[in-house]
Structure formats: structure tokens, C-alpha cells
């Protein structure tokens, strides 16, 4: 603890108050200094803070003059407080988490007004102001969390398709067993029917479900179907936005679909945005809902170069080629959108009805369709529009029950998830466990640690295999940050590979002639 900090575990119960009341004024202050609040909504904020912290009076000291740029530090405190108030259970870190967006909540500006301040930053300022202000004001209100995103561990690696960037999510807890227990008893609610319906706006939250008092939505018409536009509290990357159906519908790949993302990147042309896929085990975790992803960022795909270039004739505005990228990809580049549009339906419709036996590609299987894709949309001055189309297939087999096109069993111990829109472009998003286990194994390759990974029950056992290629490769003399360098290495080369399981067309001659007979099918020559 630094000197002069006030320790909160040892106040009495009448200090405590007093200390959660000037929290109050300390907030209030942070909700007046970013513009949540104006001068007249203090009083109204400060009586719903009270009443939640179960406070009879105010502070009446002075809150000190601090400028955080969020509110997290002090929400944590505050949120503690109440847990020794009993106001909650604190032993249960879902309810401290719902009980500290119920606090944010009495700063928050009502929906209809966050709308028509977006409206009107769009049409006077552009749309690049718009989401400007909005992305702040969801940063503000810790909807955003932004110090957890900052605990997340990433790197780039280096690989025959470019640079790759690795992400060890630590943002999500691990839910403790309380919390588990507490989920079983948890009665059955179709209400909101996701994490994605406009109905969370506002909505309290429960043991299985987070609060949403913070959260706020904005409407856009895309290719004239209602969605929103919000902004992901647990950003994978910067601006990371999701723009979700005003209905809670499946998610589709079609025409429409295609219509819609060219219409949202040309409203909002400094964000990329993209679709995963209809179809399970090479779709998102959500495909109940009908939505979109994007955000302020190049990834990893979008650095990469064509290397077949080729061209239908039909279609003079628009430059193709196939993509120098592990998961099987077409380009497309035009600066007339209605184009590009026509050009990546004709790609669409013929994928999915393609086969080739010779490659695995199979379309259907008893009338279950296999074919999709994974569309990634952006706008370069200079270029125009840019869209990336990942060939999809979701089949399965004996030898491969989780997905022919999936990560195989031999990476699993780094990635077993389905590979979704955010990996097809390059980002890595690997289960918060690594952060432990490569520091071991490291660890094993320093010499500091013997090599127990095949006794039953060890930590390490998952890694068993990958373990011995490393001693073999390495050896186990390596000086510490060497270790962890190479560690961290190899789990980006392992993603390229799972990357490389996804992609229909391998990485080899028969592959890569196979994806241009594809490309001829559809109209397409090589220049």
C-alpha cells in the first residue's frame, strides 16, 4: 500500500459510510468533469447514489481535485464498501460487477438523448465525430472496461503470411465455484433472448447474466433494415463496435447481407467491418442473432498481398486475386460499390454449391449445407472498398469430428475454439490458462523447472507433446527471456497452423491450383 493510502478493510462502520458518501461527491465530480451529467441532473444522481449505498446524508467534505481518465479505480472502492455493508454478496464477483454498473448507471444520459447527440455530431461534424463522442462516453462510464482490457497479454509472431498478433484474453474472470452453484439455481429467463437484443439496454443483470445500466445503442439504417450500432465492453481491439438486428434473428449470408456491410462501411468509412459466418463450427458464438463486427483498426489480413492476381472481364472496376493468407481468401477491390457487391455475390453463389472431391470440399452432405463464407469489408482512399472473402466449411468426419476445417487435434492444448471473424483476420484471441502454462513451460527450456507434463494430473499435461518438440527444438539451457520469447513464438506459428486447418485450399500445389480452378468456375482468369 503507498504511503498515505487509506486501507478500506479496517474502517469502522461510521468511517466507512463517511468514506463511501465523499466516494459520491467523487464521482459525481468525475460524471460533471466528462459532461454525463449537467449541473441540474447532480442532485437527482447524487439521491439515486445514496439510496443504492444506502447513505442517509451526503458528504459534506470536499472531494479532492483528481482527474482519472476513468472511473474504475474508484468504482472498485466503492463497490468494496458496499460489499462490507452487506449490500450484495461480495463473495460473488458477477454481483460486485452488476452492483458497479448499477452505480455508473444514475450518471448515465438517457438513451434518447445519447441518439440525438450522435445524430447531430453525424450530420454537423461527420461520422467520425460521431463515434468519437460515443466511444468516449462509453469509456467514461467504465462500459468500456478498459483496465481489464489492459491486463490482456499480446504479441506479434512472424509467419509466411505476415505478422500475426497474439491476445491471451484476461478481461473475463473465471467464474468461481460459488458462482457456478449459484448458476444451477438460477431459474430459466428468455428475457433478453441474448447478450445481443436491444433489451439490454438498461436491464439489471443476474448471476448469469451482466448488468447493462451503462449500456447505451444507437440506431442505423443499413441497406434499409434497422440495426444498432454499440460498442463491446470487452473490446478485442480498438473501437471494437458491433452492429446488431433490430430483430432477434439467425444469423444469415446472403445478398442482403453483403449489402448491408457495404452500406455501414460506406456511412462509416474509417471503421473496418465484418460478418462472421451463418454456419456452426466455422461461425461466431452467437449465430441466434443476426449482427456485424468492426472497429477502428487494421488487422493482420488486411496487411496482406494477393498472390494469384485475376480478373473478371465483366467486371472492369473491380481488381481480384487470391490472398497470400493462411484461412482460403478472395480479394476484391472497386470503388464502385454496387460492383463489388454484384462480383462478391457471384462468389458467394458459386461457393455454395461448389465441390471437389479432390481437395475434401464437399457443398452438402444429405442436404446439409456446408459452403459459406466470412466477409471483411474496409474503405481506402486511395483504393476504395476492399473486401476480403474467407471460403468456408464446416464438414465433419470420423478422423475429425470437430470440423475438417477446424483446429485439429494436435493444437488443441493452444486453440481448440472455432476460428470466427476476429482469428480469420489475424487476431489471436487464446484462453487466459496460457498465461500461466507458458510461463512454465518456459520455464522448462531455462532449466528451471523439471518436466513433469507426462506424470497423471500435472498442469502441464495438455502440453505434453508440444513439450518434447520444444526440448527437442531448444533444448532446456536457454536463458529465461530467451525462453519466453521462444514460447511465445512458437504459440503464434501453432496459431498460423490452426489458421492453416481452416483454410479449404491447403498451402500446397494441389491446394492453391485447386483454389484457381474455383476462381475459373466463378468467371475469373489469371493476369
Same mark, same amino acid.
Given at each position: 500500500?503507498a504511503?498515505?493510502?487509506?486501507d478500506?478493510?479496517?474502517?469502522?462502520? !461510521?468511517?466507512?459510510?463517511?468514506?463511501?458518501a465523499?466516494?459520491?461527491?467523487r464521482l459525481?465530480?468525475?460524471?460533471?468533469k466528462?459532461?454525463l451529467?449537467?449541473d441540474?441532473?447532480v442532485?437527482?444522481?447524487?439521491?439515486?447514489?445514496?439510496?443504492?449505498l444506502?447513505?442517509?446524508?451526503?458528504? !459534506?467534505?470536499?472531494?479532492?481535485?483528481?482527474?482519472?481518465a476513468?472511473p474504475?479505480?474508484?468504482?472498485d472502492?466503492?463497490?468494496e464498501l458496499?460489499?462490507?455493508k452487506e449490500?450484495?454478496?461480495?463473495?460473488? +464477483?458477477?454481483?460486485?460487477?452488476?452492483?458497479e454498473?448499477?452505480?455508473?448507471?444514475?450518471?448515465m444520459?438517457r438513451?434518447?438523448?445519447?441518439c440525438?447527440?450522435?445524430?447531430?455530431?453525424?450530420?454537423?461534424?461527420?461520422?467520425?465525430?460521431? /463515434?468519437?463522442?460515443?466511444y468516449?462516453?462509453?469509456?467514461?462510464t467504465?462500459y468500456i472496461?478498459?483496465?481489464?482490457?489492459?491486463k490482456?497479454?499480446q504479441?506479434?509472431t512472424a509467419t509466411p503470411?505476415?505478422?500475426?498478433?497474439?491476445?491471451?484474453?484476461?478481461?473475463k474472470?473465471?467464474k468461481d465455484?460459488?458462482?457456478?452453484?449459484?448458476?444451477?439455481l438460477?431459474?430459466?429467463?428468455?428475457?433478453p433472448?441474448?447478450m445481443?437484443?436491444k433489451?439490454?439496454?438498461?436491464?439489471?443483470?443476474?448471476?448469469?447474466?451482466?448488468?447493462?445500466?451503462t449500456?447505451?445503442?444507437?440506431?442505423?439504417t443499413?441497406?434499409?433494415e434497422q440495426?444498432?450500432?454499440?460498442?463491446?465492453p470487452?473490446?478485442?481491439f480498438?473501437?471494437?463496435?458491433?452492429?446488431?438486428?433490430?430483430?432477434?434473428?439467425?444469423? !444469415?449470408?446472403?445478398?442482403? $447481407?453483403l449489402?448491408e456491410i457495404?452500406?455501414?462501411?460506406?456511412?462509416?468509412?474509417?471503421?473496418t467491418?465484418?460478418?462472421?459466418?451463418?454456419?456452426?463450427i466455422?461461425?461466431?458464438?452467437i449465430?441466434?442473432?443476426?449482427?456485424?463486427?468492426?472497429?477502428r483498426y487494421?488487422?493482420?489480413?488486411q496487411?496482406?498481398?494477393?498472390a494469384?492476381?485475376?480478373?473478371d472481364?465483366?467486371?472492369?472496376?473491380v481488381?481480384?486475386?487470391?490472398?497470400?493468407?493462411?484461412?482460403?481468401?478472395?480479394r476484391?477491390?472497386?470503388?464502385?460499390?454496387?460492383?463489388?457487391?454484384?462480383?462478391?455475390?457471384n462468389i458467394?453463389?458459386?461457393?455454395?454449391?461448389?465441390?471437389?472431391?479432390?481437395?475434401?470440399?464437399?457443398?452438402e452432405?444429405?442436404?446439409?449445407?456446408?459452403?459459406t463464407? $466470412?466477409?471483411?469489408?474496409?474503405y481506402?482512399? /486511395?483504393d476504395g472498398?476492399?473486401?476480403?472473402?474467407a471460403?468456408?466449411n464446416?464438414?465433419?468426419?470420423?478422423?475429425?469430428p470437430?470440423?475438417?476445417?477446424?483446429?485439429h487435434?494436435?493444437?488443441h #492444448?493452444?486453440?481448440?475454439e472455432?476460428?470466427?471473424?476476429?482469428?480469420v483476420?489475424?487476431?489471436a484471441?487464446?484462453?487466459?490458462?496460457?498465461?500461466?502454462?507458458?510461463?512454465?513451460?518456459?520455464?522448462?527450456?531455462?532449466?528451471?523447472?523439471? +518436466?513433469?507434463?507426462?506424470?497423471?494430473g500435472d498442469?502441464?499435461?495438455v502440453?505434453?507433446?508440444?513439450?518434447?518438440e520444444?526440448?527437442a527444438?531448444?533444448?532446456?539451457?536457454?536463458k529465461?527471456?530467451?525462453? #519466453?520469447k521462444?514460447v511465445?513464438a512458437?504459440?503464434?506459428?501453432?496459431f498460423?497452423h490452426v489458421?492453416?486447418?481452416?483454410?479449404?485450399?491447403?498451402?500446397?500445389a494441389?491446394?492453391?491450383a485447386?483454389?484457381?480452378?474455383?476462381?475459373q468456375?466463378v468467371?475469373?482468369?489469371?493476369?
Amino acid at each position: 500500500m503507498a504511503k498515505n493510502e487509506l486501507d478500506i478493510t479496517t474502517l469502522t462502520p !461510521e468511517q466507512r459510510d463517511a468514506r463511501l458518501a465523499l466516494d459520491v461527491e467523487r464521482l459525481l465530480r468525475f460524471g460533471r468533469k466528462h459532461k454525463l451529467i449537467k449541473d441540474l441532473d447532480v442532485l437527482v444522481a447524487r439521491n439515486t447514489l445514496l439510496d443504492l449505498l444506502a447513505l442517509a446524508a451526503p458528504s !459534506e467534505a470536499k472531494p479532492p481535485k483528481e482527474d482519472p481518465a476513468t472511473p474504475a479505480a474508484l468504482l472498485d472502492e466503492m463497490v468494496e464498501l458496499a460489499a462490507q455493508k452487506e449490500l450484495f454478496d461480495g463473495a460473488v +464477483n458477477q454481483y460486485r460487477i452488476n452492483f458497479e454498473t448499477r452505480l455508473m448507471g444514475a450518471l448515465m444520459p438517457r438513451e434518447s438523448e445519447v441518439c440525438k447527440k450522435f445524430k447531430k455530431l453525424y450530420q454537423k461534424q461527420g461520422a467520425k465525430a460521431a /463515434t468519437d463522442w460515443f466511444y468516449q462516453l462509453c469509456v467514461d462510464t467504465n462500459y468500456i472496461r478498459t483496465a481489464q482490457i489492459a491486463k490482456n497479454i499480446q504479441w506479434n509472431t512472424a509467419t509466411p503470411y505476415g505478422e500475426l498478433e497474439i491476445t491471451i484474453n484476461l478481461t473475463k474472470p473465471e467464474k468461481d465455484p460459488k458462482t457456478i452453484a449459484l448458476e444451477r439455481l438460477q431459474p430459466k429467463s428468455g428475457y433478453p433472448a441474448c447478450m445481443l437484443c436491444k433489451e439490454n439496454i438498461g436491464y439489471a443483470g443476474r448471476i448469469n447474466f451482466p448488468a447493462r445500466q451503462t449500456h447505451r445503442i444507437v440506431p442505423i439504417t443499413l441497406a434499409g433494415e434497422q440495426f444498432y450500432l454499440q460498442y463491446s465492453p470487452y473490446a478485442y481491439f480498438h473501437e471494437h463496435c458491433i452492429m446488431l438486428h433490430e430483430q432477434h434473428k439467425p444469423m !444469415e449470408m446472403n445478398k442482403q $447481407t453483403l449489402a448491408e456491410i457495404f452500406d455501414f462501411v460506406a456511412q462509416f468509412p474509417h471503421y473496418t467491418c465484418g460478418s462472421n459466418a451463418d454456419l456452426p463450427i466455422v461461425g461466431g458464438s452467437i449465430l441466434s442473432h443476426s449482427h456485424f463486427q468492426g472497429g477502428r483498426y487494421v488487422f493482420p489480413m488486411q496487411k496482406a498481398d494477393i498472390a494469384v492476381p485475376m480478373a473478371d472481364i465483366r467486371y472492369p472496376g473491380v481488381k481480384a486475386g487470391i490472398l497470400n493468407w493462411p484461412v482460403s481468401a478472395v480479394r476484391l477491390v472497386g470503388r464502385s460499390s454496387q460492383q463489388m457487391q454484384i462480383v462478391a455475390n457471384n462468389i458467394l453463389t458459386a461457393w455454395r454449391t461448389y465441390t471437389d472431391e479432390s481437395v475434401g470440399i464437399l457443398a452438402e452432405t444429405d442436404g446439409t449445407p456446408h459452403n459459406t463464407v $466470412t466477409p471483411i469489408l474496409h474503405y481506402d482512399e /486511395t483504393d476504395g472498398f476492399i473486401l476480403d472473402l474467407a471460403l468456408r466449411n464446416n464438414r465433419t468426419s470420423a478422423e475429425f469430428p470437430d470440423g475438417i476445417f477446424h483446429p485439429h487435434k494436435e493444437y488443441h #492444448n493452444i486453440k481448440k475454439e472455432n476460428i470466427g471473424l476476429i482469428e480469420v483476420m489475424g487476431l489471436a484471441i487464446l484462453p487466459a490458462r496460457l498465461k500461466d502454462q507458458g510461463a512454465q513451460i518456459a520455464e522448462i527450456l531455462a532449466g528451471q523447472r523439471p +518436466n513433469t507434463s507426462r506424470e497423471p494430473g500435472d498442469t502441464l499435461a495438455v502440453h505434453a507433446d508440444w513439450i518434447d518438440e520444444l526440448i527437442a527444438k531448444y533444448d532446456t539451457h536457454m536463458k529465461p527471456e530467451a525462453a #519466453n520469447k521462444a514460447v511465445k513464438a512458437e504459440i503464434g506459428t501453432v496459431f498460423s497452423h490452426v489458421l492453416e486447418n481452416a483454410g479449404v485450399f491447403k498451402q500446397d500445389a494441389q491446394g492453391q491450383a485447386a483454389f484457381v480452378r474455383f476462381m475459373q468456375s466463378v468467371g475469373f482468369k489469371k493476369v
